[in-house]
């Protein structure tokens, strides 16, 4: 989710109901009304403070999300190279088993721009993976039958590729290094669209999973927001449940307020969400944004309801004890790149331990520290608090999920407390 969330100082009236973190610490905290909606959910999910990508704690929330599943070192601005994203190395593991490697999606739909991402998935060369917004295309995509000329367009996909790379290796020896260089990354996109053709070929004759959507509007969009939400939502428990993926991603909204995905604010009686923000000085400033939040939480909350009462489809317990979801931001108060906001739920069968709020690092333990900030002057205030990296949950992430790996971007370590 973008913009970050209400974080009112102790002494302000609002800390009481509109603060985004819980009360308390440990197994004994209250949520605010911002997480209430969460509350049936209390024993499947731990609530985390204090991580954060280091490389980018000096970065303002506007340019910051391209990195929240990377911990890339993405910058502020000049030159811009990102990494795999936590899904996608995931996806490379576990990819093959399913006709899909990984869903890929976003409110806004394809790529954005540097530093302004509006998809949350990148590849092993720190490419942006095209996100998809239209859920009749995305619907159609994993579950529209096969048609008889399916194994000719493949056929035809495949020659057109191999003209295209053809035609490049003669094109590259004529060009200048740092030409060459474009020319490879354009290239390295090519042959993922190979593989990605050479997959649909292995499963041509596989049937097609049959699933009932008449519950769901397939033409809806972001000016209808809650409704939009969940059937985004929707799609991925119905990909999850019949096993057409394992993978999935979905960006709420790019941050800066750019893109359509700024509506989802009128979910509840509001003009942009991005607004919000900037008006938590004004009388009832942060209960309108925790009022936004709430309805984040409620999407949220239904989402992995929804996996909860279903039985796990291979027998053991239910599909939210074997599903991981991680839902945050990238940023915490006022486009803060710090202290992020982050819900971890299911994985019960994997080991995960919940029912509880963990504050990391040191310094500041009561969020006050990155609480009460309502103007750009705060992110680039001094700091004299400690956190640890994002990377060392992903790390825990991954190593519960089974991939073998004791690395990821800039993680030191693994979380032991999940």
């Given at each position: 989710?973008?913009?970050?969330v209400?974080?009112?100082l102790?002494?302000d009236?609002a800390h009481?109901?509109?603060a985004?973190f819980?009360?308390?610490?440990?197994k004994?905290?209250?949520?605010?009304?911002?997480?209430?909606?969460l509350?049936p959910?209390?024993s499947?999910?731990?609530?985390?403070?204090?991580?954060?990508?280091?490389?980018?704690?000096?970065?303002?929330?506007?340019?910051?999300?391209d990195?929240f599943?990377?911990?890339?070192n993405?910058?502020a601005?000049?030159?811009?190279q990102?990494?795999i994203s936590?899904d996608q190395l995931?996806?490379?593991q576990?990819g093959?088993?399913?006709r899909?490697?990984?869903?890929?999606?976003?409110t806004?739909?394809?790529?954005?721009?540097?530093?302004?991402?509006q998809?949350?998935?990148?590849?092993?060369?720190?490419?942006?993976?095209?996100a998809?917004?239209?859920?009749k295309r995305i619907f159609?995509?994993?579950?529209a039958t096969?048609?008889k000329?399916?194994?000719?367009?493949?056929?035809?996909?495949?020659?057109a590729?191999d003209?295209?790379?053809?035609?490049?290796?003669?094109?590259?020896?004529?060009l200048?290094?740092?030409?060459?260089?474009?020319?490879d990354d354009y290239?390295?996109s090519v042959r993922?669209?190979e593989?990605?053709?050479?997959k649909?070929k292995r499963?041509?004759?596989?049937?097609f999973?049959?699933?009932?959507?008449?519950?769901?509007?397939l033409?809806?969009?972001?000016?209808?927001?809650?409704n939009?939400?969940?059937?985004?939502?929707?799609?991925?428990?119905?990909a999850?449940?019949?096993d057409s993926?394992?993978v999935?991603?979905?960006?709420?909204?790019r941050?800066?307020?750019v893109?359509v995905s700024d509506?989802?604010?009128?979910?509840?009686?509001?003009?942009?969400?991005?607004?919000?923000?900037h008006?938590?000085?004004?009388?009832g400033?942060?209960e309108?944004f925790g009022?936004?939040c709430n309805f984040l939480?409620e999407?949220?909350?239904r989402f992995a309801?929804r996996?909860?009462?279903?039985?796990?489809?291979?027998?053991?317990g239910?599909?939210?004890?074997?599903?991981?979801?991680?839902?945050?931001?990238?940023?915490?108060?006022?486009?803060?790149s710090?202290?992020?906001?982050l819900?971890l739920?299911?994985?019960?069968?994997?080991g995960?331990?919940?029912?509880?709020?963990?504050?990391?690092?040191?310094?500041?333990?009561?969020?006050q520290?990155?609480s009460?900030?309502?103007?750009?002057?705060?992110w680039?205030?001094e700091?004299?608090?400690?956190?640890?990296p994002?990377?060392?949950?992903y790390?825990?992430?991954?190593?519960?999920l089974?991939?073998?790996?004791?690395?990821f971007?800039?993680?030191?370590?693994?979380l032991?407390?999940?």
């Amino acid at each position: 989710m973008p913009d970050g969330v209400p974080m009112p100082l102790n002494e302000d009236p609002a800390h009481k109901d509109w603060a985004w973190f819980p009360h308390g610490i440990g197994k004994n905290y209250t949520f605010t009304k911002c997480l209430s909606p969460l509350e049936p959910l209390r024993s499947d999910l731990t609530i985390l403070g204090g991580l954060s990508h280091p490389s980018v704690r000096n970065v303002h929330g506007h340019s910051n999300a391209d990195q929240f599943l990377t911990g890339a070192n993405t910058g502020a601005d000049g030159d811009y190279q990102n990494s795999i994203s936590l899904d996608q190395l995931y996806a490379e593991q576990v990819g093959e088993n399913t006709r899909f490697s990984s869903l890929v999606l976003s409110t806004d739909g394809g790529t954005g721009s540097p530093r302004g991402a509006q998809t949350l998935s990148f590849n092993r060369s720190g490419r942006p993976i095209p996100a998809e917004h239209r859920p009749k295309r995305i619907f159609d995509t994993l579950f529209a039958t096969s048609d008889k000329d399916a194994a000719r367009k493949l056929a035809m996909s495949q020659s057109a590729l191999d003209d295209l790379m053809a035609d490049a290796r003669a094109l590259k020896r004529r060009l200048s290094h740092a030409d060459k260089d474009r020319l490879d990354d354009y290239l390295q996109s090519v042959r993922d669209t190979e593989t990605k053709v050479e997959k649909a070929k292995r499963w041509l004759n596989i049937p097609f999973a049959q699933v009932d959507v008449n519950h769901l509007n397939l033409d809806v969009t972001p000016e209808d927001p809650r409704n939009f939400l969940r059937t985004m939502y929707e799609l991925i428990y119905l990909a999850f449940k019949t096993d057409s993926t394992r993978v999935a991603t979905y960006q709420l909204g790019r941050e800066n307020g750019v893109g359509v995905s700024d509506y989802l604010a009128r979910a509840v009686g509001f003009n942009l969400t991005h607004q919000l923000t900037h008006k938590t000085r004004e009388p009832g400033g942060w209960e309108n944004f925790g009022t936004y939040c709430n309805f984040l939480s409620e999407e949220f909350a239904r989402f992995a309801s929804r996996l909860k009462s279903t039985p796990e489809p291979a027998g053991d317990g239910n599909m939210l004890d074997n599903t991981l979801l991680l839902f945050g931001s990238a940023s915490s108060a006022f486009h803060l790149s710090r202290n992020y906001p982050l819900i971890l739920a299911g994985g019960k069968k994997m080991g995960f331990t919940h029912g509880q709020y963990l504050k990391y690092g040191s310094g500041n333990e009561d969020n006050q520290a990155t609480s009460g900030i309502s103007t750009d002057a705060g992110w680039r205030g001094e700091v004299d608090f400690q956190e640890l990296p994002l990377s060392n949950l992903y790390l825990t992430m991954l190593q519960r999920l089974g991939v073998e790996t004791n690395q990821f971007a800039d993680s030191v370590g693994t979380l032991s407390e999940v």
